[in-house]
């Protein structure tokens, strides 16, 4: 197991875990306004191109977008229920709404605004998350033409790991994954067994 | 729902995801002594006697132990995978070790060894968690007499809320409760109906 890359062991516990809706949950702690942490589920949208890095869309308007351009660093808590294995990933995160001036980050934006549902994608046009809800009754149902681009409120999170802690609670082993201090598009990691 | 209690919400999503073994394990966020989020799975041991605080066990060697010496806050997220419910709870996280002064903690500490399982309460004997395996081989199995009391590394956490965010995914309700400053036994809450 000491050779295995943290990133594969994440492919294989998303298979052997498929079969349950929740298997793309997983929790971002960050740093709240406050100095207090932040913990929240979020939804994995996969790994950046051919890199090691996790994306994950979220509205601009939640209290994370604030806190993370305070403090851009997290750490994505994952639990898979069936395999009964934890990830622990630390890093950074870059965080690309419309305004980003980068024409290829816009383009990433753009990709994960389509590869969402339609259902997905309605939610951005809802009030303001977190606020009080003004009115009780129900709110209107939300058409959105397919064609449509990402609207304001869409924003996509690009965490950059730095650290991996994985746990296997069945065989009771435990890895540690360090990134070396290379800036190279393919960082290389360590690896070591620690007690569980 | 606006005048329900979220403990009883609480109480509720227990009840209603209790055919799952993982309904008790919930994500706690802490401040890490290089001042970034971390962020691991812990397991609910129940509320301390009639109050909102929430009982998690764990080991003194781990490294959450050191940085809620340094920072006491910390936010728990549960999400409960059949009921489609979040909650998220913020609070200060008083921890007993056995050093503690407080007889009256320290028979809380003894009732939460107790109340744990023998093979759960092994683990607190085993090598230091986190640090480097030094030994390959398979570990010797540890036998613990059930009437050995809390051994050395065994830490009672008890988490104080003071700020809840309940989040309902089946009926796209979202409620945030506050307490009140009142420093008195029996807290209350303000409940706000919020945006999901």
Same mark, same amino acid.
């Given at each position: 197991?000491?050779?295995?890359?943290?990133?594969? #062991?994440? #492919?294989?516990?998303?298979?052997?875990?498929?079969?349950?809706?929740?298997?793309?949950?997983?929790?971002?702690?960050?740093?709240?306004?406050?100095?207090?942490? +932040?913990?929240?589920?979020?939804?994995?949208?996969? =790994?950046?191109?051919?890199?090691?890095?996790?994306?994950?869309?979220?509205d601009a308007?939640?209290?994370?977008?604030?806190?993370?351009? #305070?403090?851009?660093?997290?750490? %994505?808590?994952?639990? =898979?229920?069936? +395999?009964?294995?934890?990830?622990?990933?630390?890093?950074?995160?870059?965080?690309?709404?419309?305004?980003?001036?980068?024409? #290829?980050?816009?383009?990433?934006?753009?990709?994960?605004?389509?590869?969402?549902?339609?259902?997905?994608?309605?939610?951005y046009?809802?009030?303001?998350?977190?606020?009080?809800?003004?009115?009780?009754?129900?709110?209107?149902?939300? +058409?959105?033409?397919?064609?449509?681009?990402?609207?304001d409120a869409f924003?996509?999170? %690009?965490?950059?790991?730095?650290?991996?802690?994985?746990?296997?609670?069945?065989?009771?082993?435990?890895?540690?994954?360090?990134?070396?201090?290379?800036?190279?598009?393919?960082? +290389?990691?360590?690896?070591?067994?620690?007690?569980?």
């Open positions: 197991m000491g050779s295995v890359a943290w990133k594969q #062991l994440v #492919l294989n516990a998303l298979e052997s875990n498929s079969h349950l809706n929740h298997s793309s949950f997983m929790q971002l702690a960050t740093i709240g306004t406050n100095r207090t942490p +932040s913990n929240r589920t979020v939804v994995f949208r996969g =790994f950046q191109d051919n890199t090691d890095n996790i994306q994950i869309n979220t308007r939640t209290r994370k977008i604030e806190e993370l351009k #305070l403090c851009p660093s997290a750490e %994505i808590c994952w639990y =898979f229920t069936d +395999s009964w294995e934890q990830f622990r990933i630390n890093g950074t995160v870059d965080i690309i709404d419309g305004s980003n001036p980068d024409p #290829l980050k816009l383009q990433q934006r753009e990709n994960s605004w389509f590869a969402s549902s339609l259902r997905s994608r309605s939610q046009l809802c009030p303001n998350p977190g606020l009080p809800r003004l009115n009780e009754e129900a709110q209107p149902e939300i +058409s959105l033409d397919p064609s449509t681009g990402p609207v924003c996509l999170l %690009i965490l950059e790991p730095n650290l991996v802690d994985y746990l296997n609670l069945k065989s009771n082993q435990r890895l540690t994954f360090i990134s070396n201090e290379s800036a190279a598009a393919k960082k +290389s990691w360590i690896v070591e067994r620690v007690n569980p």
